[in-house]
C-alpha cells in the first residue's frame, strides 16, 4: 500500500490583508509566522505549500522569506491578487486578472512558476478552473465539500451576536456581510470527496488535465485549523482524528494568526481585525505542532502539494 500523503497549506492572509493596509512593510505573516511556522516544520523534516495574495508581493520587505522557503524546498502557489471572499461571483474578467497577476508577480519577483492555486474562502467555480489550465497549473484545492464549513459560519455569527449583546470588545476574524453573501452553499454538502482530475474537453488541448484536491471529509466532516477556535476541543479532536484515520490524503489547512498573537504587534497603531490574534501564541503552537505529530503517528508523509500532483 501506498504512504498516506499529508499537505500543509498555509494561506498566507497577511496581516496587511486583515487590517486592509496591504501591502504592510515588514508585515508579521511574513516576518514572524512563516519562520515559526518553518521552526516546528524542520523538527520533522516537513514541508509546506504556502499561498500568496498578490497585493502583498508587491512590497519588497515581504519577498526574502519567500525566496528563503524556495531554497529550502517548499513550495508557493497563488491565493489571488485581493482576497476577495466571493471570488467564485466575480465577472470572469476581474476573476481572471485576480489569478493571472498573481501568477506574474510570483514569476517576476520569486522567478518561480507557480503550479497551485487556492480561492480565498475555498470559493471558486469552474472558470476559475479553466483559467488554472491555461496558465499550465496543476492543481486546485479550493473545495471545501463539507457542511461543518456552514456550521462554523453559523457559530461565528451567533458569538458576534453574543459578543455584540455582551458589549464584549472583541475584534472579528471575519466580516459578517462576507460570510453570508456566500453562494457556494451546495458544494459543502454534494462536493466530490476524493482528488480528481478534470479534463474537460473544452481545454484547447485533449490531453490537458487539473488535479481539484478537496479538502478531506469523513462524513461530511473535516479538519481546519480554524475549527480549533470555533468548537469544543473535545468536537475538534474527534474530527480530526476521524478524517486524519481514515483517509488516504490529507490537507492541514493554517493561517498567519494562528502563528501570532497581541504581543508581536506593539508598533502597530491599528488592532488587527483578526480574533484569534488574541489567544496566546504558545497555545496555539502547540496545537500545530500536535497535529503535525499526530499526522505523522497515523503514517502520513508530510510534503508539498507539487511534489505529489506536479
Ligand atoms: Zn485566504
Same mark, same amino acid.
Request: glycine share 2%; hydrophobic share 20%.
Given at each position: 500500500m501506498n504512504k498516506k500523503i499529508a499537505f500543509i497549506s498555509l494561506n498566507v492572509d497577511s496581516i496587511g490583508y486583515a487590517t486592509n493596509s496591504y501591502p504592510m512593510k515588514n508585515d508579521p505573516a511574513f516576518k514572524i509566522a512563516i519562520p515559526r511556522i518553518e521552526k516546528i516544520l524542520d523538527k520533522y523534516n516537513a514541508k509546506m505549500s504556502a499561498f500568496v495574495i498578490? =497585493?502583498? $508581493?508587491?512590497?519588497? &520587505?515581504?519577498i526574502d522569506v519567500l525566496k528563503k522557503l524556495i531554497e529550502r524546498g517548499h513550495e508557493i502557489g497563488n491565493h &489571488?491578487? &485581493?482576497?476577495?471572499?466571493?471570488f467564485a461571483f466575480l465577472k470572469d474578467d476581474v476573476q481572471s486578472r485576480e489569478i493571472e497577476d498573481t501568477h506574474n508577480l510570483i514569476k517576476k519577483k520569486l522567478n518561480y512558476d507557480s503550479k497551485g492555486f487556492i480561492a480565498p474562502g475555498w470559493n471558486s467555480n469552474s472558470f476559475t478552473i479553466k483559467k488554472l489550465v491555461d496558465l499550465n497549473?496543476? #492543481?486546485?484545492?479550493? $473545495?471545501?465539500? &463539507?457542511p461543518l464549513m456552514f456550521l462554523a459560519m453559523l457559530k461565528m455569527l451567533l458569538n458576534y451576536v453574543f459578543n455584540y449583546f455582551s458589549k464584549k470588545k472583541v475584534a472579528h476574524t471575519y466580516n459578517i456581510k462576507d460570510l453570508f453573501s456566500r =453562494?457556494? #452553499?451546495?458544494r459543502m454538502f454534494f462536493g466530490k470527496q476524493k482528488p480528481y482530475p478534470v479534463k474537460n474537453s473544452y481545454f484547447k488541448s485533449k490531453d490537458k488535465k487539473i488535479w481539484v484536491i478537496p479538502l478531506p471529509t469523513k462524513y461530511k466532516l473535516s479538519y481546519w485549523m480554524t475549527l480549533e477556535y470555533v468548537f469544543p476541543k473535545f468536537l475538534v479532536n474527534f474530527i480530526f482524528k476521524l478524517v486524519a484515520t481514515r483517509s488516504e490524503q490529507f490537507y492541514l489547512l493554517i493561517h498567519p494568526a494562528d502563528f501570532l498573537d497581541n504581543n508581536d504587534f506593539n508598533n502597530l497603531e491599528k488592532t488587527p481585525n $483578526?480574533?484569534?490574534?488574541?489567544?496566546?501564541v504558545e497555545y496555539k503552537l502547540n496545537i500545530f505542532e500536535n497535529r503535525l505529530k499526530q499526522l505523522i503517528s497515523y503514517g502520513y508523509e508530510v510534503k508539498t502539494f507539487i511534489s505529489q500532483y506536479g
Open positions: 498578490g =497585493k502583498d $508581493l508587491e512590497d519588497d &520587505s515581504n &489571488s491578487y &485581493s482576497h476577495y471572499q466571493n497549473y496543476s #492543481y486546485d484545492h479550493s $473545495l471545501a465539500p &463539507s =453562494k457556494d #452553499y451546495a $483578526l480574533e484569534r490574534i488574541n489567544i496566546d
